[in-house]
């Protein structure tokens, strides 16, 4: 049996998720809910239920991605803290307004294991945290 790689998993996912925004009607549904709720509600379509929809997107893709990277980084309370960091990076880098900016941004150094440390140590290590004192 193929070992599957993560970060080719991801470009799927990813590319999955910027054609089921940007190529169909449901997307287009969620961008208009999104720019004017009202609007959208008053031609017949339920936001509340599209939104919650939306939702349960996100906790499937939540879902694959800690099934996905459970082999080879294990499982444990804060095994989501680092790669939130990675995803809080390549927001930065990428901008938010843009899916492939984004995955540009987790490309150009937001998986980068040096970064992280940087950050992390910084983050952790500030004067007003408790622990550090």
């Not at 499937?60 to 080879?72: E, F, H, M, N, V």
């Not at 307004?97 to 952790?124: F, Y």
Request: charged fraction near 10%; glycine fraction near 12%.
């Amino acid at each position: 049996m193929m070992k599957s790689s993560s970060p080719s998993w991801a470009l799927i996912v990813l590319i999955g998720v910027w054609i089921l925004l940007k190529r169909t009607r449901l997307g287009m549904i969620i961008r208009a809910g999104v720019q004017d709720r009202q609007m959208v509600e008053a031609l017949g379509i339920n936001v509340r239920r599209v939104f919650t929809l939306v939702f349960a997107l996100g906790v499937s893709l939540a879902t694959l991605g800690g099934a996905l990277s459970a082999p080879s980084s294990g499982l444990s309370n804060a095994m989501g803290e680092s790669f939130l960091l990675s995803a809080l990076i390549a927001l930065a880098i990428g901008g938010s307004d843009q899916l492939p900016g984004c995955g540009a941004g987790l490309a150009a150094g937001g998986h980068d294991p040096a970064i992280h440390h940087q950050i992390w140590t910084n983050w952790h290590c500030h004067p007003l945290h408790r622990h550090c004192l």
